[in-house]
């Protein structure tokens, strides 16, 4: 069981907007800022697609933004491509010995 | 252009050692806090065990629990993972991973593409 939860799954129409939401708890998300989000399609490794909660890394398109509230961070991706469907994960740094923690994963489909 | 290139992956029987290298080009290497993350087959990221830059501190999941060691030569520009007393459920290909902006071996930009390491008999 991955320690910060995310849904399995979310699907989204061309041009559309969707979020994912990422949520955790006030030892991980709700007291760190260390938030990121990565794409990964099939086959490939991981991008960094945003870091410290909202961050965008330059490269990164402007339709993807992050977010938080409490113990819960959110992914938005708007104006969907199709170039966008992949896995997307998000991290948190952690209170306990473990330093970072990863989301379960979710899988986006353009329809 | 910045690069990870990762090797050592392989088949090896339970209870067995494995030492995986990660070789870094096209970055001041010791600038940056590095971490291993591994991904089992059809599974999620995990984080494994990261690495300050001078390699003065390091970091390792719980489930490690004294079985890996992290460490790096920043003269060879390399970052290595020593993989002790392996278990089937550490089957996974596992990444090399630079970090974004600095020590704390917890944001990553660039990743290599991975090493699979299987554990049977």
């Known amino acids: 069981q991955s320690a910060l939860t995310q849904p399995a799954s979310v699907s989204g129409s061309p041009g559309q907007s969707i979020t994912i939401s990422c949520t955790g708890t006030?030892?991980?998300?709700?007291?760190?800022?260390?938030v990121s989000w990565y794409q990964q399609h099939p086959g490939k490794a991981p991008k960094l697609m945003i870091s410290?909660?909202?961050n965008r890394p330059s490269g990164v398109s402007n339709r993807f933004s992050g977010s938080k509230s409490g113990n819960t961070a959110s992914l938005t991706i708007s104006g969907l491509q199709a170039e966008d469907e992949a896995d997307y994960y998000c991290?948190?740094?952690?209170?306990?010995?473990?330093?970072?923690?990863f989301g379960g994963g979710t899988k986006l489909t353009v329809l | 252009e910045v690069q990870l290139l990762e090797s050592g992956g392989g088949l090896v029987q339970p209870g067995g050692s494995l030492r995986l290298s990660c070789a870094a080009s096209?970055?001041?290497?010791?600038?940056?806090?590095m971490t291993w993350v591994r991904q089992a087959p059809g599974k999620g990221l995990e984080w494994v065990s990261g690495?300050?830059?001078?390699?003065?501190?390091?970091y390792h999941a719980d489930f490690v629990k004294g079985r890996f060691t992290i460490s790096r030569d920043n003269s060879k520009n390399t970052l290595y993972l020593q993989l002790n007393s392996l278990r089937a459920e550490d089957t996974a290909l596992y990444y090399c991973?630079?970090?974004?902006?600095?020590?704390?071996?917890?944001?990553?930009?660039?990743w290599g593409q991975g090493t699979m390491v299987t554990v049977s008999s």
């Open positions: 096209g970055f001041t290497f010791s600038s940056y806090a």
């Open positions: 410290d909660v909202s």
């Open positions: 991973a630079k970090d974004y902006v600095g020590n704390i071996p917890d944001t990553f930009d660039v």
């Open positions: 006030s030892s991980d998300v709700g007291s760190h800022n260390s």
């Open positions: 690495i300050s830059g001078s390699g003065g501190r390091t």
């Open positions: 991290s948190s740094d952690t209170s306990s010995s473990t330093l970072v923690v």
